[in-house]
């Protein structure tokens, strides 16, 4: 069976209710008729403005619906959707453009004195798409397209075009280091990944299967996305939402607060939220301990995250207060997921970064590049056999890396070392890119920042190596602390579970933990602080 996403979208919106929300933003409620008939809209002037199947179309949008009407417009015209960072400075969105050669941006109006800015300098793309924020039909400038004009002229009918798996999108990702990159996905290998998840009851053989299980399922999820849509996480939970056959509440503010997301959930009877991690898990359950019995949180069946590490206590916080809720955290990447699943429920909470193997999921000899044998106990590089992503856009020796042939099998090998232990359980040990070398010993970041957030007074960390005479590189914790924060008590519980050469030679404090919109670290920043900063007990 070859996926097609939009061949699926196509075959939910005739077998569900016309009036059933499909997206709801606040008080803008777009039902799947109207939802379906505005992305074949879009789809449809998309191809008469001259764009064809592989040509690149970019989305630079906050989380509002246009974005997943762009999206979704862009799969059913098998174009290729790509995410651009809103964050980005012109220079930064310029090199996004630029790599991937975008023939087309649908942007949002907040952002016209970004744009145009861009003109100039982007010459390869042919159409600018301006997306109205308040869903009012403006008169386009010269050189524009209004995104509202399109989406509301014409009946809305499906595009009579043959369309196939290897139809894919482009995820940029801004990473830890270096500049971002894109995976490309072909959706009918990024479909087989979805169907590999524990969520999943009943895994339809073909499309008409599937159609017919969206029919006859009369409580279809409603999913928020909590992080940002030009972010995998968030978008890939959407769309997977849609094509079910549910649909996608937006929170209405631009920036997360945990007392609206909770608000929502009680308003639009949300029954999935999608994090990325502590950094929206924290702030979560800070919120309900701060009023609890607050909100109605009844119809709430699922927390899931993937990106990002979701820690042990955070995870058993939630549970107290929701005790009915399920918590399905997702060992992935954007080259490949689906590597493991950890689940969490009242009655049991794995440890920290301790994840069930995916089935398809291997470890790897980094010395030798051998495979392991599958199911025995050791250390080594996380990957997993295909469906995975295509490779990395336009970048042969990238893709070469991380996409390796071993044993006639292709393998993704996104650069994280995990341990198998005996009882077939993945732990997460770090990425291997951003180890710290301190006396010939290799310290991963991520082990550290987990046993420094679990410390009195520590509400976020980041650890990075700076220069150090004796040892090389010496190990600097960036902290957000509170007024509990004792750097005695804090060095003695580190004690209790790290190796000496893996404790901070000193603590940096700041305001707030340099990080991504999505809740990543952005480490690049923090190396950054470092260096221009002398040890000091406090910023």
Known sequence: MGWNYG?????????????????????????????????????????EHGLAPDDRVAVLCRNHPAYIEATVAALKSRTVSVNVNYRYTADEIVYVLEDCGASALFY???????????????????????IESDRQVRAAAAGEQSFEAWAQAGEGAPLDIQRSPDDSYLLYTGGTTGRPKGVLWRTGDARKVQLESPLIAKRPADLAEHSAMVR??????????????????????????LMAGGGAVLLPSDRFDADELWREVERTGVTRIAIVGDVFARPMLRA?????????????????????IWSGEVKAGLLAHLPKVTLVDILGASEAS???????????????????????????DPDTG?????????????????????GYYRDPAKTAETYRMIDGVRYAVPGDFARLGADGQLTLIGRGNLSINTGGEKVFPEEVEEALK???????????????????????????????????????????????????????????VPRHESGKADYRTAQALITKQEPVEHL
């Open 216 to 241: 006859d399922n009369p409580a279809p999820s409603r999913t928020i996305p909590a992080c940002p849509l030009m972010h995998g996480a968030g978008s890939n939970a959407v769309i997977g939402e």
């Open 454 to 512: 679990l410390q009195p007074g520590v509400e976020d960390a980041l650890v990075v190596g700076e220069p150090d005479p004796t040892w090389g590189k010496s190990i600097v914790a960036i902290v957000k602390s509170t007024p509990a924060f004792d750097e005695a008590a804090v060095r003695a519980g580190l004690q209790k579970t790290l190796a000496g050469y893996k404790l901070p030679r000193r603590f940096l404090h700041v305001d707030l």
């Open 288 to 308: 309900l301990e701060a009023a609890p019995g607050r909100y109605d949180l009844s119809s709430l069946k699922v927390i899931s995250s993937a990106g990002l």
């Open 108 to 130: 949002q109006d907040s952002l016209d004195a970004t744009i145009a800015e861009l003109k100039a300098r982007l010459p390869g793309v042919r159409l600018w798409i301006r």
């Open 370 to 390: 051998a495979v392991l044998p599958k199911g025995a106990a050791g250390e080594g590089l996380l990957a997993r056999t295909e469906p995975v992503a295509a």
């Open 338 to 364: 689906g590597f493991g699943y950890s689940v969490a429920t009242a009655d049991n909470v794995p440890a920290t970064g301790v994840f069930a193997a995916g089935a398809k999921t291997v470890l790897i």
């Open 7 to 47: 061949d699926i979208l196509d075959a939910v919106a005739r077998v569900v209710p016309a009036d059933r929300p499909a997206l709801i933003w606040g008080d803008d409620v777009v039902t799947w008729a109207a939802f379906d008939r505005r992305t074949n809209n879009l789809a449809r002037r998309m191809i």
